[in-house]
Nanobody, 122 residues
Framework: QVQLVESGGGLVQAGDSLRLSCAAS????????VGWFRQAPGKEREFVSR????????VYVDSVKGRFTISRDNAKNTVYLQMNSLKPEDTAVYYC???????????????WGPGTQVTVSS
């Protein structure tokens, strides 16, 4: 069992940066692939990024490549999402997710956090 809690969201202006954190409970965090999804108002939840167990392999959706960086600290049971050059279209609730296997779809994840709001004004 893994419990996830996100933090770090907020209201920023276009071009600003934010770093999201996701703290995980349990002693088996390092056994999970972890990542981020986001859901904008009126839209489906979409995959943003994931990182493998060892932290050396990452995947990003095309719209955030070159702007967002995912990382993890297994000693702290935490995964991060550094978001730079934020755009208004990045506005969404950001969710942390974990699974035993690599994922890119909502249905492939086993555990979810409650989400954190990111709002980017123009």
């Amino acid at each position: 069992q893994v419990q996830l809690v996100e933090s770090g969201g907020g209201l920023v202006q276009a071009g600003d940066s934010l770093r999201l954190s996701c703290a995980a409970s349990g002693r088996t965090f390092e056994n999970y692939v972890v990542g981020w999804f986001r859901q904008a108002p009126g839209k489906e939840r979409e995959f943003v990024s994931r990182i493998n167990r060892g932290g050396y392999s990452t995947v990003y959706v095309d719209s955030v490549k070159g702007r967002f960086t995912i990382s993890r600290d297994n000693a702290k049971n935490t995964v991060y999402l550094q978001m730079n050059s934020l755009k208004p279209e990045d506005t969404a609730v950001y969710y942390c997710a974990a699974a035993r296997r690599p994922f890119s779809r909502v249905g492939e994840c086993d555990y979810w956090g409650p989400g954190t709001q990111v709002t980017v004004s123009s």
